[in-house]
């Protein structure tokens, strides 16, 4: 497995476990935790962690199907989220219920197609170099998509 690979998943497994409030003792090829407790503990049973993955690379599809949801860059229409949910559900053994699918798009872009196939999130996207406070009041303003539901 590359060294950077390795290094994410050893510090996914720490965290998840500094997550849970309790003490941690752990000691990893890359990280060190001698007794150390994230207080005050989370109100939640499990923080959900989102992992993000470039489609169409696999692996880490596989990793982000072993968390709560992903974050899914480089997709260039619905039907790609189609394809990477596939594979997703195949990692989980055809099971996404509660799980998170994070789609990315530049900000006016309609969420609705995104949504149909299985979105649950929908994140807008600027050009870091060239974007305003006026480009992202005008986005927010805008509100695309259905109302939000709050989920437990």
Request: hydrophobic content about 45%; charged content about 20%.
């Amino acid at each position: 497995m590359p060294r950077r690979a390795e290094t994410y998943d050893e510090v996914l497994e720490l965290l998840g476990a500094l997550l849970s409030g309790s003490s941690v003792n752990h000691v990893g090829t890359h990280f060190t935790a001698d007794d150390v407790r994230f207080l005050p503990p989370p109100v939640q049973d499990e923080l959900p962690i989102w992992i993000a993955a470039r489609w169409p690379n696999p692996k880490p599809l596989v990793r982000a199907a072993l968390h709560q949801g992903v974050v899914l860059i480089d997709l260039d229409e619905p039907a790609d989220l189609v394809a990477a949910s596939a594979a997703l559900s195949d990692h989980r053994h055809g099971d996404l219920d509660g799980f998170d699918v994070v789609v990315q798009r530049p900000a006016g872009d309609d969420p609705e197609p995104w949504v149909a196939v299985g979105a649950t999130w929908w994140l807008a996207a600027f050009d870091p170099f060239t974007v305003t406070p006026m480009d992202v009041r005008a986005a927010i303003a805008e509100k695309p998509g259905p109302e939000p539901t709050q989920r437990h």
